[in-house]
């Protein structure tokens, strides 16, 4: 999916990249809270500054992809987040993010990765339609949390052994996470989203009449 859009794109943000950019590093502009994920970034060609998603600090209509991945669920002020995305998108620009879905699928995992919301589609419609974007496609994206054993496994790792479990997560279950992942499924616009905990969306901002 990135593949196809970053030829059309040749301004790029990433916002929450943080060590797992999903855009080429290389001439992709960056914004993170995290000293060391900036420089990282940096050292591989990005364009990285330290920033936050509320207060992007570059001008209107400066990028023709903007990408937000597990970020916008984390943040209180969701209007001032889809607000600043829209303002730095360019006409016709591309806005790609995911969030998390249906207030009741929250659980445990939630809390203690520091969510904000989960979505309702309705709300999750209206917020990118008052940016002037419709939703090209959508696909189920992320970890689906239905399998309550492990999620309760997840959990107490997360919190009564944090650091060996970010270890075990970045050097273990990420790469094996990559390598065992099924291929995006598409659909056009948001589809049926009944039963999905985690949705990826492709926007467009609409074009101009007149």
């Not at 920033?51 to 937000?68: N, S």
């Not at 970020?71 to 360019?90: C, M, N, P, S, T």
């Not at 445990?108 to 209206?126: I, K």
Request: one cysteine or more.
């Amino acid at each position: 999916m990135v593949a196809a859009l970053v030829p059309a794109a040749p301004q790029r943000l990433e916002v929450g990249a943080g060590l797992r950019p999903r855009l080429p590093v290389a001439g992709t502009h960056f914004v993170d809270i995290s000293p060391p994920a900036i420089a990282r970034l940096r050292a591989g060609g990005g364009l990285a500054q330290l920033g936050r998603i509320t207060e992007l600090p570059y001008a209107d209509a400066t990028f023709d992809l903007v990408a937000a991945f597990d970020v916008i669920e984390h943040v209180a002020d969701e209007r001032q987040v889809f607000a600043e995305l829209g303002r730095v998108l360019k006409p016709d620009g591309v806005l790609v993010f995911s969030v998390p879905l249906h207030p009741a699928h929250w659980n445990e995992f939630d809390s203690v990765v520091g969510h904000a919301r989960r979505y309702r589609p309705a709300d999750l419609q209206a917020l990118i339609a008052g940016q002037g974007l419709v939703v090209e496609k959508s696909a189920v994206f992320g970890m689906q949390a239905n399998k309550p054993f492990l999620l309760r496994h997840t959990v107490r790792a997360l919190t009564e052994h944090r650091s060996a479990a970010f270890r075990c997560y970045n050097w273990l279950f990420f790469p094996l996470g990559l390598l065992l992942q099924k291929r995006l499924q598409w659909t056009e616009g948001l589809g049926e989203l009944a039963g999905v905990h985690e949705i990826l969306l492709v926007c467009r901002r609409e074009k101009q009449v007149g």
